[in-house]
């Protein structure tokens, strides 16, 4: 992708940290640039974070059933 093209969505990190991603300069060069954010990214990792925190809850619940371990 060209540097210009680098995506800057918003995504839920952006007041913390930025990408790294390569991408190609004016001369055809490979150089680094800052991202904000990729949409498709963000949407991806929010799910992702969703079901593991569905999981967790579904796990505590049933050790303080005893169920299964707290170590779980």
Not at 13 to 27: H, I, R, S
Request: proline share 3%; aromatic share 6%.
């Amino acid at each position: 992708m060209k540097k210009t093209e680098v995506p800057q969505d918003t995504s839920s990190l952006k007041n913390f940290t930025k990408e790294v991603c390569y991408a190609v300069d004016e001369k055809g060069n490979y150089v680094t640039n800052l991202s904000t954010g990729w949409e498709v990214k963000a949407t991806a990792l929010g799910i992702t974070w969703q079901d593991i925190n569905e999981r967790a809850k579904a796990a505590k619940e049933q050790a303080i059933k005893g169920g299964i371990s707290p170590l779980l």
